[in-house]
């Protein structure tokens, strides 16, 4: 069985994703099955990642917007002037 990559159609809205999928999740399925349009979890819908050479996840180290799209830092207070302009 081949092994498919999936990630969330909406993986920076947390309230159409879940950690699993908002990441992308792997899944081994028969070839004639049908492709998954939804998470199993949240059955919110997703999409299968064709390439897995050029995945933004592995090409990026993980920066304060991806953890933030992930839903982890969005209640952290920031120190004032972090965005300053020069
Ligand atoms: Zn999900």
Do not use: W
């Not at 979890?41 to 064709?50: F, G, T």
């Amino acid at each position: 069985m081949p092994l498919y990559e999936y990630i969330s159609e909406h993986a920076d809205d947390p309230e159409s994703s879940c950690r699993v999928c908002a990441k992308g999740f792997e899944l081994r399925r028969p070839v004639d099955r049908e492709p998954l349009k939804v998470c199993p979890l949240c059955r919110h819908a997703v999409k299968k990642v064709i390439s897995r050479v050029n995945t933004p996840k592995i090409a990026k180290p993980l920066s304060i917007s991806d953890a933030k799209k992930a839903g982890f830092t969005v209640l952290e207070k920031r120190d004032e002037g972090v965005y300053e302009r020069q």
